[in-house]
């Protein structure tokens, strides 16, 4: 959709993703017959060749930015755009530096979507505010689950404290 998208969208696009990507990758602006074109440390390297963590988040961020260009107004910024996303296990597949920081760069640069995001990671877990965290618990056999919000603060705490914290209730992250 993107080579069909007009040049002041496709600009925009591109800045986005320079902003969304990790450091040391960026898309180019560039296809190959379809097929985006991506330079990671110095090198073009198109989509299908990257890591399956970096195509995965290509794709949910790419089919975002599609749902968004299809409903913003003639001449409105993406930024200004609002809605609501949900993303399943954001951290699937990311390496444990990009689940530091993917949650608040994306919801610092697209400000006026609310997103609902899933994780297990105690990294993802640990770059929110408590109350930005709801906690899914399963009730006994039942097959029932149960939304908590705790009331205590993992926001900065490394991945070990995160999973020894009341958000994931272990009694120790040694194998038994």
């Not at 440390?41 to 299809?70: C, E, N, T």
Request: aromatic share 8%; hydrophobic share 45%.
């Amino acid at each position: 959709w993107l080579p069909q998208a007009d040049e002041d969208r496709q600009a925009e696009i591109r800045d986005l993703l320079k902003q969304l990507l990790p450091q040391g990758a960026y898309f180019t602006g560039r296809f190959v017959g379809n097929e985006a074109v991506f330079q990671r440390k110095g090198f073009d390297v198109p989509l299908r060749a990257m890591s399956d963590g970096f195509r995965s988040y290509i794709s949910w961020l790419g089919d975002l930015l599609f749902q968004m260009s299809a409903v913003a107004p003639s001449g409105a910024r993406l930024k200004e755009i609002g809605g609501i996303t949900l993303v399943d296990e954001v951290d699937l597949l990311l390496h444990p530096s990009w689940q530091r920081v993917v949650v608040p760069t994306i919801s610092q640069l697209l400000p006026n979507v609310q997103f609902v995001f899933t994780t297990h990671s105690p990294i993802v877990a640990g770059t929110l505010q408590a109350g930005n965290v709801i906690v899914a618990r399963e009730e006994g056999r039942k097959g029932v689950s149960t939304l908590e919000r705790i009331d205590a603060e993992i926001h900065g705490l490394s991945a070990e404290q995160v999973l020894l914290s009341s958000y994931f209730e272990l009694e120790t992250t040694r194998a038994p």
